[in-house]
């Protein structure tokens, strides 16, 4: 055999046969890919709905031990030290861990008392966008 040139009977795949392949594969990946980001995005929320429903465990915890639940000022690190003021009967901490993020990379936002539940807390993430308010995927996620 001559260098560069193939022996009889052995044959490769002409461009037309590579490219056949690859719209193949172009159209699995664009049916496949919008399913694959919604379940994404559908696990990102319902991350954050159970963060904030154990964040929601934690405040309780703290308003049966100090009879009311930490003001906007002190926010969720109350859950973590000692506030300064207004904590007699702490007991604490209330996590085990660092306050968690939301699964976005950005801080639960916190109220008390809240808009959405004013004799209680708002307890927030704002979703993927990071801006209140929203829809779909951006919508903020809270315990209202």
Same mark, same amino acid.
């Given at each position: ?16 046969? /590579?490219?056949?392949? /690859? ?8 049916? /496949? ?17 159970a ?63 809240? /808009? ?19 829809e779909g ?8």
């Amino acid at each position: 055999m001559v260098a560069g040139r193939a022996r009889r009977g052995e044959q490769g795949f002409t461009l037309l046969e /590579v490219l056949a392949v /690859v719209v193949i594969i172009g159209f699995l990946a664009a049916l /496949v890919a919008p399913g694959v980001f919604t379940r994404i995005a559908g696990a990102q929320r319902t991350a954050a709905k159970a963060q904030i429903k154990t964040l929601s465990l934690a405040l309780n915890l703290f308003r049966t031990d100090t009879g009311a639940y930490p003001t906007t000022e002190q926010g969720l690190s109350a859950l973590r030290q000692r506030p300064a003021y207004g904590a007699e009967g702490w007991n604490g901490p209330y996590l085990e861990e660092d306050l968690p993020k939301d699964p976005w990379g950005r801080e639960y936002q916190y109220l008390c008392p809240g /808009v959405h539940n004013p004799d209680r807390y708002d307890l927030f993430s704002l979703g993927r966008d990071g801006r209140p308010g929203g829809e779909g995927e951006d919508a903020d996620i809270g315990n209202w």
